[in-house]
Structures are given as structure tokens and as C-alpha cells.
């Protein structure tokens, strides 16, 4: 299969947790052989802030965008710190059987962790009485 198409790309300012705001900026977006190579710079964050950053393909021009993409590799997922040179590496046939088309958009999304959405486990206690302690 032959990626031979023009790339665009957009980019999606999330609001972050308490009015702060973290950017994407910079997006570039290249093809190598058959892979995606996404470059972005994350700024924002507060210091010792992570991001969870997820990648989305549309081949309808971004009428749509479907799940995130999972065969992603690099800068993205859970705990990404602020920076510059973000990269991306995304594993098109790993993922899709093929990709073709003039309408092909790339949205990098990034939204802030914090101390509510990591470190709480929750377990399902049945209804009845519950010894909790010793």
C-alpha cells in the first residue's frame, strides 16, 4: 500500500482541570514509508503536570473521528510531561488495512492529568453487611 496523499492537520485546544489551558502547537505531520510521524510541542501544563495525549485519523476531512488510535507509539498516552518535539509514531497497516484518500486529517488531543483521575481503586463490595479494618 502507498500513502501518496497531501496530510492536513488539526488540532484540538482542550480546556484543562481548573481553567488551566494547555496548547498543541506546531503539529507537523509526515509520512515515512508506512508509517505517520506526528510532531507537536505541548505547553501549558503546570510544572509536574502530565497530560494523557491521544492521536485521531479522519478520512472525511474531520467530519468524524472514531475511537483514538491505539497503534501509536512515542509522546502519547498517559504521563506525557510539558516540551517541545513531541513525536508521534503511528503504525498505519498495524492498525488499518488501508488509508488513501484526499480528506485524511490528524487531530492530537491532550488533556490534563490530575490527582482525580490517577491513583484511586475502586472495588466492588455485594450488598450486605462489609467488615472494613481489622
Request: charged letters at 20%; aromatic letters at 6%.
Amino acid at each position: 500500500m502507498m500513502l501518496r496523499h497531501v496530510f492536513f492537520v488539526s488540532l484540538l485546544l482542550l480546556c484543562g482541570f481548573l481553567g488551566h489551558a494547555q496548547r498543541i502547537e506546531n503539529v507537523l505531520v509526515t509520512q515515512i514509508n508506512k508509517t505517520i510521524e506526528v510532531t507537536y510541542d505541548l505547553l501549558g501544563l503546570e510544572s509536574g503536570q502530565t497530560a494523557r495525549v491521544t492521536l485521531y485519523c479522519s478520512e472525511d476531512g474531520g467530519n468524524s473521528w472514531g475511537r483514538a488510535l491505539t497503534k501509536a507509539t512515542g509522546d502519547v498516552g498517559e504521563g506525557i510531561p510539558a516540551g517541545l518535539g513531541k513525536r508521534i509514531v503511528w503504525q498505519v497497516l498495524d492498525e488499518r488495512e488501508r488509508l488513501s484518500g484526499d480528506r485524511i486529517v490528524f487531530e492530537v488531543r491532550a488533556m490534563p492529568i490530575t490527582t482525580l483521575d490517577v491513583g484511586i481503586e475502586m472495588v466492588f463490595v455485594n450488598g450486605g453487611s462489609l467488615t472494613m479494618g481489622c
